[in-house]
Structures are given as C-alpha cells and as structure tokens.
C-alpha cells in the first residue's frame, strides 16, 4: 500500500513529461513538415563538407 | 551581423516541384548563394520554400533567383491567414487528441487495478485519482463537442455532436456522484476513450483538408503577382497586383500572364484566350486593341495601358457567377451528418426508454440512471465517428500518390454519386499548350540544333520546343555566343555559320502558331504547333463510359475546334458556350436528375466547376478553375480522373461497410446494456474493439488506386 503513494505519483508524473514534451516539440514546428524530415536524411550537409 | 539580421524580410514563395530529397539540398544551398538571400527552409509537406531576405530583394528577383535552379516559384502572398487558420485548427485538434490520450492511458492504469479486485479506501483513492485526471481532460478535450453540439440544439437541429455531448457529460456527473458514494463503477475511462476515440477521427477529417488545401495553394499562380510597369522616364519597377492603378503601363513580356484589364500602347503580339474563353487558337493584338487579366501572352512584348484591376476586371463578373452556383453545393448534407439525423434520435429515445423500463420494474433512480448511462456510452457513435474520416483520408492519401488532391471529404463522397461527365475540351481534353506537331519529318541535325537555339529562351513556343525534344532524347549540339532578340527570336555561331530560332519570314495561316529555323538566313525548318489530345484521353473516356458515367464535350471554342475531338472520342459536343450557357448544361441535367461530374479549367469553366455535384480540374488550370474544382488531378495524364471515380465509389463501399459493422456492434451491445450488463471494463473492451476493426477495415484502401 505504501509503495502505491510512490508509484502512482511517479506513473502520472512520467505521463505528464511525455504530454509535455510532445508540446514542446509541437511548439517547435517538428511536426509541420512530416515528409520532409524523412527525406531530409539524404541531404548532404554541404558546410560540413567544406570543413 | 546582428543588426544585418534584424533587417531581414520573411517570404513565402509556392514551388510546386520539390519531389525528392535532392531538391530540398539544391533549394536550401543554391539559394543562400544568392547575396540577397540569407536563409533558405524548405517545407516538403507543403511544398512551400521559407526564405529570409533583404528588403531590397524584388519578388522578381526573387523568383529568378528560383529559376536559375531550375524551379519555378510563385509567391505567396500576404494573405496566407486562411491556411494558417486550418493549420491552427488542426493542431488545436491534435493538443486534444494528445491530452485525452494522456488521460486514457493514466485512468486505464487505475481502472485495470480497480477491475482486478481493489475494494475499499483503495479503489476509492484510484476512483479519485481517475476523477481529478477525467474533469480537466473532458473540459480541455470534449470542448469542441460541446461547442459545436450548443450551436445545433440552438437552432434547434441535432448532429453527431448532441449525443456525444449528453453522454459525456451524464456519464462524468454519474460517475462524480459514484465516487463520492464509494459506489462500486465509475465510467471516467470509457468517457475520456470515447473523447480519444472521436478526436483521433474529428483530426484525421482536419489533417486531410488541410493537406489538400497546401497543395492547392502551391499550386496557385495569380496570388501577390504583379507586372513591371513603366515610369516616365523609362524606368520600369514591380507592382503588386493589388497596387495597379487605371492609366499605368505594364510591360508584358512574352510568356508572361496579364495582371489587369487594358489597351495594347505599344506592339503587336498574340494572346493566349484559352483560360477566359477556351478557344484553342491564340488571337492577333495591335495597337489598341482590348485585353483581358488572367491571358496570357505567347509571342512578343508588348505594352498595356491598364483599364480595369483588381475586382473590376472581367473575371470579377466570373467570381459573382461561381459565388452563386457554390450556393447549390453547400446544401449537400455529408453522410455522416445524414447517419446523425436518424442515429441521435434512436439513442436517447433507447437510453431513456432503458431508465424509464428499469424504474418501472422498480430497481431505483439510481440503477436505472446507471443502466441509461451505459447505453448511452455503448450507443456512443465512437466507430460511427471514426468510420467516414478513416476511409477518407486513407483514400485520398491513395489518390494523392496517383496524382489527384482531393479538397475534402464530402468530395470523395459526392465523386461516387455522379453518372454523367461534361468535359472542358481546351486545356482538359487537351493538354492546353502548344505541342510541335512536325518534328518527327526533321532530321537529326536540325533537331539537335532546335534545342540548342530553343532551350536558351523562355519564349512559350522555345519552352514546348525543349520539351517534346529532350522528352524524344534528342541531346543539343554545340553553339556559340547565343543571343535572343525579345520579339524576333534566338541566334547563334554553329560551326561558324549564324543560325536563328525566330518568327518564320512568311506569315502563316491565320490561327497557326510556328516558328522557323534558319542557317545563314535560308529558312530549314518551319515547326508548326497545334494543341495535342492527352495522351490517355481515348482510354479515360473509354473507362468513364465502363464505370456507367455518361461523358459529353462541354466547350468554349469554335464548332470547327471541338469537331476533330469529338470525332476522336466518339462523343457528343456543345460549343462555342459562355459560362452561363455551361452553367445551364449542367442545370438541364441535374433537373433531369443526373448527378454531373464537371470537368474543366479555364475561368469560363470556373461557375460550372462550382455548379456541379463533383468537379475535377487539372493542375493546369486556371486559378478560378481550381478554387472552384472539389478535385485536382496533376501531370499530362486524364485518367487519374476515371481512377479518382473507382476509389470514391470503393471509399463510399468501405463507409457502408463501416457503418454495418457499428450497427451490428450495436445491436450486441445494445441488449447487454439494457440487461446492465455492461461494467466500464466491457465497455472499454467493446468500444476500443470496434473502434479498431472500423481503422483496420479502412486501411484496406490504402492500394485502391492502383
């Protein structure tokens, strides 16, 4: 019974980080382009070339 | 640098091209080459390029900076507010489906220890728990229900929405009193799963309209154009659209699309009346003679004197028209909402004759308000939901790989109804640009010189030059110091002899586009062009006629233009139609009872577009005709058309099949509910298994366009 008043704050608390990173990342505009962050693997990233 | 970044302008700028990975690196890094530019984003999706710029950079510029990677860019102008507003709309939906999501998983946590046995302070503490996580989730999640279900009984009407509501809201207050009585059920987790559920179908409908509509704003040429405008001393600067004023003087270049109405004031050109009337054959201007915004101008530069821009022009006259037959569409009543009339009625009618059954019997308010409850949660149309969105968006996902963008849902729906098809001939049956007709006779000298010369001009005929020749393999000879002549044409050293690319010496027949190549001044080739059929047209209309849709040629242009086609497809036409004579064609028919499909692009198509119970337009179209048009297809094909019409119909099959499946899951559930038989623990079992075999059922569209 007691491990219960650790569980479940820890249970909802986890919950509550994923919700709030999901936001963050919806704030962050990776969701705006979907097909493009897939595509976007096979850019050669030029700057780093030159380096 | 910091204060050089402050100055910087944000521009959006459509390019419909980006296909693969490689374009997004040429774009990002070509760009950015360009001093004016400091930052380039490609947005794939969307199939949009985010720049940051220099105030100093003009749209032209711009556009050109676009070209030397060899994409073309429209800019988008600064009226992007609409589709940001469906954007925003859809991401509100899915912070809901995010947050009901979040509150499911955590209350199913709580119920699943609750349904293995907790009693006591335990399952009153977990039946808390659950509460304190339901109320904020219902009030976040359930919003948009609650909206939408007001707005219908204010009017006194019911949608989908009303019983959603009523059930919600019953089931949280009952399972609220269940908690603070230490009552054995509490049903917060089939309310917060029921709000998931519909969410999850009310995003995926605002997902695929927002989708098309990005690829129709791509697609849109006119907005924030605007044409050089001469000054008076000779200077010439860009003015937007919006800002031409009556009296200035634009200076059309060939190939470029008038921005307003006027008066030629200076040369003599041909003009492409294709998208306004849908003749085939370009028209002679001189000096003096009208214009109209929206043509556009194939052969030399010419300068207008603006009479009429913005909403004076004539295609204003065009708009009123489209307005008005919208106005038949928008009283189409989609499926789902039709299925909502007689389903919201039965439920509550069921719901009430469950609590008013149980008290008679004499079990108690209470127990009989818990019975109603839970066939209110059973009957909730969770699959009914989720049933239509499903199937759609997996279909117009199909159809966008052929393809097709379908604009909404409800077009899908009323793509499956029509039986008869009335065709646009300029632009729709054919492919609306010029195509050299004589090339094949050519010899490969000449051929490989024609490209050399053509794809050095932006001239409209040089572009369909180097277009049907690379399509053919034909790789370009080598030549020196090309020069072109705005008006005459192209010239160049070749083997040090001059060869030019221009207007053949001798006029040709009225209403024929050619030009003529020369080597050392002695003509070698005249090509001629005309205005081809799409390549697959025969067959398009062959599997129109399979799928028991009746076609018929609706068109514009002369009885001499349409003939020749019509003879070629085997159909009947009706020519030398205004969009008002089009516009009673499809009201003959639909009076007659016929459901017609409308298929066209130009402006002159745009009021019959919107009049007809479905329309298609192609990619080429004109802006009116694709605003307008429920359906776009892209590329040179037609039968993307005939396809779009299989997947509706087999879209529309998948719905009812859906629908079949939820009565039938009613009509087992229902008695269980009425029995109260029905724990949280079956109806979370049967509410999420329905909701899965309906998604699972509508993913078997995912390959219907092939």
Avoid at chain 2, 105 to 129: E, K, P, Y
Avoid at chain 2, 520 to 528: H, K, S
Avoid at chain 2, 671 to 678: E, I, K, Q, T
């Amino acid at each position: 019974m007691n491990g219960l008043l650790v569980l479940i704050p820890v249970a909802l608390g986890l919950g509550l980080i994923g919700l709030a990173a999901f936001f963050w990342s919806l704030r962050g505009g990776q969701f705006d382009d979907l097909d493009g962050a897939a595509l976007r693997i096979f850019v050669e990233d030029e700057e780093e070339d030159a380096r | 640098m910091t204060q050089a970044a402050s100055l910087l302008v944000e521009r959006d700028f459509a390019v419909p091209d980006i296909r693969c990975a490689g374009c997004i690196a040429k774009l990002e890094q070509g760009l950015v080459r360009d001093r004016r530019i400091a930052a380039a984003r490609v947005n794939f999706t969307e199939k949009r390029v985010h720049i940051s710029c220099t105030p100093d950079a003009e749209t032209p510029e711009l556009i050109g900076a676009f070209s030397l990677l060899g994409f073309e860019a429209h800019p988008i102008g600064d009226g992007p507010a609409e589709v940001d507003g469906g954007a925003s709309d859809s991401r509100a939906l899915l912070r809901a489906v995010a947050v009901a999501g979040f509150a499911m998983m955590n209350i199913m946590l709580l119920s699943v220890s609750v349904w293995s046995g907790a009693s006591g302070a335990t399952r009153d503490l977990f039946h808390w728990l659950s509460a304190a996580i339901a109320l904020p989730t219902v009030a976040y999640a359930g919003r948009s229900f609650f909206r939408s279900a007001w707005r219908a009984v204010r009017h006194g009407r019911t949608n989908m929405d009303v019983p959603i509501s009523i059930g919600v809201l019953i089931a949280t207050a009952l399972s609220l009193y269940e908690t603070a009585t230490h009552g054995p059920h509490a049903y917060f987790d089939g309310v917060v799963m029921l709000l998931f559920f519909l969410l999850c179908g009310r995003w995926l409908d605002s997902v695929m309209r927002d989708r098309a509509r990005g690829g129709v704003t791509a697609l849109l040429r006119n907005m924030g154009t605007g044409a050089m405008v001469a000054g008076a001393d000779e200077t010439s600067r860009w003015v937007d659209a919006t800002a031409l004023q009556p009296g200035m003087v634009m200076l059309v270049a060939a190939g470029e699309r008038l921005s307003a109405d006027g008066v030629v004031a200076g040369g003599a050109s041909r003009i492409d009346l294709s998208l306004l009337t849908g003749e085939s054959a370009p028209q002679e201007v001189s000096l003096g003679d009208p214009v109209h915004a929206g043509t556009l101008n194939v052969e030399a530069p010419i300068r207008v004197r603006v009479t009429a821009a913005g909403a004076d022009t004539a295609i204003a006259d065009i708009a009123r028209l489209m307005g008005e037959a919208a106005q038949g569409k928008s009283r189409y009543v989609r499926i789902a909402d039709r299925a909502a009339r007689y389903y919201a009625p039965a439920v509550h009618t069921l719901a009430l004759l469950a609590f008013a059954g149980w008290m008679i019997v004499g079990a108690g308010w209470h127990h009989s308000l818990l019975i109603a409850v839970a066939v209110l949660i059973i009957t909730c149309p969770c699959a009914l939901g989720l049933a239509v969105p499903a199937a759609q968006i997996v279909a117009a996902g199909a159809l966008m790989r052929v393809g097709v963008l379908v604009k909404d849902g409800s077009a899908l729906e009323r793509l499956a109804e029509v039986d008869r098809a009335m065709i646009d001939k300029t632009g729709t049956l054919t492919l609306g640009r010029p195509v050299a007709t004589n090339l094949d006779g050519a010899d490969a000298t000449v051929r490989a010189l024609l490209l050399a010369l053509a794809r050095a001009s932006r001239h409209p005929l040089s572009e369909a030059l180097t277009r049907d020749l690379t399509a053919a393999g034909v790789t370009p000879l080598a030549v020196e110091a090309i020069r072109e002549t705005p008006g005459f044409g192209v010239e160049a050293q070749w083997e040090g002899r001059m060869v030019t690319l221009g207007r053949p010496a001798q006029p040709t027949a009225h209403s024929t586009l050619a030009t003529q190549l020369a080597i050392n001044g002695a003509p070698a080739m005249t090509v001629r062009f005309a205005d081809a059929l799409r390549p697959d047209a025969a067959d398009t209309i062959a599997a129109l006629e399979q799928a028991g849709v009746a076609p018929g040629i609706l068109s514009g242009d002369r009885a001499a233009a349409v003939a020749p086609v019509a003879r070629v497809l085997g159909l009947t036409a009706q020519t030398g139609m205004s969009p008002q004579d089009k516009l009673a064609a499809i009201a003959r028919q639909a009076a007659a009872g016929h459901k017609v499909l409308m298929i066209g692009d130009g402006l002159n198509d745009g009021p019959a577009l919107a009049a007809g119970h479905a329309s298609i337009a192609p990619g080429s179209a004109s802006d009116a005709g694709k605003n307008a048009a429920d359906c776009i297809f892209l590329g040179d094909r037609l039968m993307p058309v005939a396809q779009a019409i299989r997947v509706a119909r087999r879209t529309q099959a998948i719905v009812r099949q859906n629908f079949a499946l939820a009565i039938g899951y009613n009509i087992v559930a229902v008695p269980l509910a009425f029995m109260g038989h029905v724990t949280p623990l079956v109806a979370a079992i049967a509410m999420s298994g329905s909701s899965l075999i309906v998604v699972g059922n509508a993913l078997r569209l995912k390959g219907a366009a092939r």
